[in-house]
């Protein structure tokens, strides 16, 4: 079956909500498809002891603000997948789920989105896949020969699994740094990271960083110098679990290892280290494979933008990925002023509503 409507938006997590808000706000028809079998997307798959940087006020998507979690100055994961579950039944937002999308076309006037569940004809698509589901990792000497447990940031639950084992910790941002203070206690932890952490300082929390990221739009937008925006400050916020284990002196980083051998891992000097399990906190890429038929992503694997709007196919908006589609739009609070800039343009392209 094919389906036609003005937008569709592929990803319901934060980002697609926000989208689907301003969409709503401008009477505009359009559906999102969720690949996700129920609300609150990446935040319903991360890690126990995970909390947000910024007290709930500051953790808000447009048009209605967090409550306050009892008990919590920054809320946790579950309390967020309750707030985007609210949200899109507060806004009665068009969802389907669980629908994957298998790949974006062109179709004459149209993009045409295939999934399992059927065809969408759609003058425009807004993608808020998010990167959670493409964890990176780095391509280290002897990975494949580590006869130990490996596994990457989503796979990680809680130290209970790794209690009195021997874990390296791979990477100096701010996954690494709250897992590595997790295990710091049960575990014989080795936290490796390519250059020594650089820790925000404690008072400053997610609001800041969104005015640091704030006001590098602002400079670049009127021309004037680049503030560094974020990064100018740090890689690593000092939430107080974080904060606690390095003042106990259990979070001390050491340089990144040269290769991985069967039992353990080795420094390029020759020292080695034996080790049960690692894991590598090391980022991800932007999800991004639907959008293959459309030929559009650059050597280094982005989609070059005007804004939100892919530079090379006007009918699509990336939204949510990380500053190249807006700054702080991979934030919760940072998330609003792209969607509604990307809804106001597309409202624009499809004309005024009959």
């Known amino acids: 079956m094919t389906r036609t409507v003005d937008v569709v938006v592929i990803g319901g997590g934060q980002a697609g909500l926000a989208a689907g808000y301003h969409l709503r706000r401008l009477g505009v028809d359009f559906?999102?498809?969720d690949a996700q079998s129920a609300p609150g997307g990446a935040w319903q798959h991360t890690w126990d002891s995970l909390h947000l940087f910024s007290p709930a006020a500051f953790s808000s998507l447009p048009g209605?603000?967090?409550?306050?979690?009892?008990g919590e100055t920054y809320p946790d994961a579950a309390h967020v997948v309750t707030y985007l579950s609210e949200y899109e039944h507060r806004y009665e937002l068009p969802l389907m789920r669980p629908v994957s999308v298998h790949g974006v076309h062109r179709d004459g006037a149209f993009l045409r989105v295939e999934s399992d569940a059927g065809v969408w004809r759609a003058r425009v698509v807004i993608s808020a896949t998010g990167t959670w589901w493409r964890p990176f990792l780095p391509a280290v000497p002897g990975r494949s020969e580590f006869a130990g447990q490996q596994l990457h940031t989503v796979e990680y639950r809680s130290p209970a699994e790794f209690a009195g084992r021997r874990v390296e910790v791979v990477g100096g941002g701010n996954s690494g740094a709250q897992i590595a203070a997790d295990l710091a206690y049960d575990t014989e932890l080795t936290w490796v990271t390519r250059r020594p952490p650089?820790?925000?300082a404690d008072d400053i929390d997610g609001r800041a960083l969104f005015d640091a990221a704030t006001a590098r739009r602002k400079a670049l937008e009127s021309g004037s110098a680049d503030t560094g925006?974020?990064?100018s400050l740090g890689d690593i916020v000092a939430v107080p679990p974080v904060?606690?284990?390095r003042d106990a002196g259990l979070l001390k980083a050491s340089p990144m290892f040269a290769r991985l051998s069967s039992d353990g891992v080795e420094w390029a000097d020759g020292t080695r280290a034996e080790a049960d399990a690692v894991i590598w906190c090391t980022g991800f890429r932007p999800t991004l494979s639907h959008l293959a038929p459309l030929q559009l992503r650059g050597s280094r694997g982005h989609i070059t933008t005007v804004g939100t709007r892919a530079a090379d196919e006007p009918r699509l908006h990336l939204l949510g990925y990380g500053d190249w589609t807006g700054p702080a739009s991979a934030t919760l609070i940072g998330v609003g002023r792209p969607a509604r800039d990307a809804a106001r343009e597309i409202a624009g392209l499809l004309g005024p509503r009959s």
Do not use: D, N, Y
């Open 64 to 70: 209605s603000a967090m409550p306050v979690q009892i």
């Open 243 to 245: 904060r606690e284990a």
């Open 229 to 231: 925006g974020v990064a």
């Open 198 to 200: 650089r820790f925000l």
């Open 31 to 33: 559906v999102i498809l």
